[in-house]
């Protein structure tokens, strides 16, 4: 029967020789579901959804007639396209921000998307 020290070893060799990427993911995936959000990857289009994880990008699309700002959000499992139309800027809506989105899930060119969502700043890391 494996120690505790044995199995803190093992999680901390893993955590040393694991991909990055993949480790936060899973962190974010873990951290989503403590909270009770939904997971990305179980949101289908029509969907109304909760959601916690953090923003990848943030681009503002300034045109004067059809300002937006858009972000690509993943929380752990997938990507959903957050868009603010009518907004040139959102304070704290900066990249490797965590935050907590609710809206109703679309699709824009076969990929998910929100718009206009609510949403929750959370602490950065």
Do not use: H
């Amino acid at each position: 029967m494996p120690s505790a020290a044995s199995g803190y070893f093992r999680r901390l060799g893993r955590r040393l020789t694991e991909d990055i990427d993949r480790l936060d993911a899973e962190e974010l995936a873990e951290t989503a579901d403590a909270s009770g959000a939904c997971r990305a990857s179980e949101c289908q289009r029509g969907d109304e959804a909760t959601m916690l994880g953090r923003l990848r990008s943030v681009e503002a699309c300034p045109k004067s007639a059809g300002a937006s700002v858009q972000a690509e959000f993943f929380d752990g499992t997938d990507a959903i396209i957050l868009v603010w139309i009518g907004r040139r800027r959102i304070p704290g809506i900066d990249p490797g921000r965590r935050i907590l989105v609710r809206g109703r899930v679309g699709d824009r060119d076969g990929r998910k998307v929100i718009y206009n969502p609510y949403y929750e700043l959370r602490g950065n890391s």
